[in-house]
């Protein structure tokens, strides 16, 4: 077999099984194919020899017949997860040299089913960003170009680096995160598929949290089957994380019948945005369309209180984001500043925070303070959760009136030039997060499956909401709109 880094999760675990090749071979591919991507910036550390030695026990596993749901297929993991003794450093300069103690619960449940880890993945500072570049390692870069334009695009935020890798076959499949859209924003501008599970159904014990009230993990892989394997593999209840549901985890895979016959699919009128790009409509229209023709039933919806959705997010995340990021003190974890003969502990603070943080982590701590604070607290903080709170409600009710799931965009846009989006307007970045913040603020499952190109040939994404804890039938009508959808499209390697 040639081009083993192109293989998916399960046709390489078909071929691992029928002993056609064994995960010393995989591993090897995908660490050449990673050697060769360094303009990609998308491992940020790479850890071959953690990589070799879990491949030559995984080979001996399967050999012993012994072979759990990952066993012997190379991925990489966010830099957000807490690796042990491997850097973490969440892409951020306050974290360096920072090498965990513990792994993550979800990066120790995929080893533990024999998952062999590649490495560390690029990624927006502390989460926070939508084009990757908020990095310290610098951006990650899209394997997609425009046409014959060299003009470099984003590879989407904050899972860009796992979002390229994947892409790219430099791993299998990769874990990211999702906090407002970074699994199912990446994941489109990639041309790959992204889920972002029901808020609790993977623990967030070890991984570095951003806002703990939204923030949650998922796989990102090059199929729907793919990612209900390794999803079932992430989740699941831990004792270390009193938010993680205690549910039994279904066979995920075994769900994918891509029979979605009766099924009612909701359109939610409030997703037509105004200025919304013709191509972006007409991939709704036909992704509508195809799910009709599969035969689910089209249904119009209204989720009154979506245009809230962003500015509440956008007060809910960074107020959680400044109390989480308070512990980064100079004192217990990574860089500590120089300091200067009579400086105090407010100084080291201050100077600490001031080199180790990045501006858009500054920017998110500032506002976040402030809506917080004793005078604004209910004008802001307050408000919001209780947007939220009708947020969550609208949903709820469009499913108590039968809909099984709900189908948008996944992304105003195709992905965009680096560099395009300045600092000076971050607004205009968030605006990025319109259709997927809905998702996290109502705790929702949402996954993202790649369905067309647009004029330049750069992929689309769309975005399927799914009832809480029923990833199994969301992930069957997202394997039934791949299949109708039929998106085989890849990026011409340049790199
Ligand atoms: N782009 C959003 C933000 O910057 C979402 C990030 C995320 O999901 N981690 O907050």
Redesign the pocket.
């Known amino acids: 077999m040639s081009d083993l880094n192109k293989l998916g999760l399960a046709e390489a675990r078909d071929a691992l099984r029928a002993g056609d090749v064994t995960s010393v071979e995989l591993t090897e591919a995908c660490l050449k194919a990673i050697d060769e991507a360094d303009a990609l910036n998308a491992f940020v550390h790479k850890t071959p020899e953690i990589a070799m030695e879990r491949a030559k026990a995984a080979d001996e596993r399967i050999k012993g017949g012994d072979a759990p749901s990952m066993c012997g297929l190379p991925i990489g993991i966010k830099d957000l997860f807490c690796t042990k003794g491997v850097p973490s450093q969440a892409a951020s300069g306050i974290l360096e040299g920072f090498k965990p103690e513990y792994e993550s619960t979800v990066s120790q449940q995929l080893a533990d089913a024999g998952a062999v880890m590649l490495g560390k993945l690029n990624m ?1 500072e502390f ?4 084009s990757n570049e908020t990095s310290v390692y610098g951006n990650a870069v899209s394997p997609w170009r425009c046409g014959n334009d060299d003009a470099q695009l984003t590879p989407g ?2 899972s860009g680096g796992s979002a390229a890798a994947v892409a790219a076959d430099l791993c299998l499949a990769a874990t990211g ?6 699994i199912r ?1 990446p994941a489109a501008f990639v041309g790959i598929t992204g889920i972002k599970p029901t808020y609790g159904r993977c623990s967030r014990w070890g991984i570095v949290a ?1 806002a703990s009230s939204l923030d949650q993990a998922g796989p990102m892989t090059k199929n729907v089957r793919d990612a209900a394997i390794m999803l079932e593999t992430m989740c699941g209840h831990d004792a270390k994380d009193s938010t993680s549901a205690d549910l039994a985890v279904p066979n995920f895979e075994a769900m994918l019948t891509g029979d979605i016959k009766g099924k009612k699919i909701g359109i939610p009128k409030e997703y037509r945005m105004d200025g919304m790009p013709a191509e972006i409509e007409k991939l709704w229209a036909d992704g509508a369309a195809m799910l009709k023709d599969a035969g689910a039933e089209i249904v119009d919806i209204s989720l009154p209180h979506t245009k809230y959705a962003l500015p509440a997010y956008y007060v809910i ?1 960074p107020a959680e984001a400044s109390s989480n990021l308070a512990r980064y003190d100079g004192v217990r974890y990574g860089h500590r500043a120089q300091l200067a003969q009579g400086d105090g502990i407010t100084e080291m603070y201050e100077k600490t925070r001031a080199e180790g943080f990045g501006h858009e982590v500054q920017r998110r701590v500032m506002v976040g303070t402030y809506v917080l604070s004793a005078g604004f607290y209910d004008a802001y903080y307050n408000r919001a959760r209780k947007v939220r709170t009708l947020i969550k409600k609208d949903f709820e009710d469009v499913f108590a009136a039968g809909v099984d799931a709900i189908l948008t965009p996944a992304t105003p846009s195709a992905a965009f030039g680096l560099g395009e989006m300045t600092e000076a307007d971050p607004v205009q970045m ?1 605006l ?2 319109v259709f997927t913040v809905t998702v ?1 603020l109502a705790g929702l499952p949402g996954i993202s499956v790649p369905a067309g190109l647009d004029t330049q040939g750069l992929p689309l994404g769309l975005q399927l909401i799914g009832r809480p804890w029923e990833e199994g039938d969301l992930l069957n009508t997202a394997y039934a709109l791949e299949n109708a959808a039929g998106f085989v499209a890849k990026p011409g390697k340049w790199w």
Do not use: K, L, P, R
């Open positions: 927006d989460a926070m960003g939508s935020g904050s995160t999702d906090t407002g859209g970074s924003q951003f995340a968030y990025n997060d996290n």
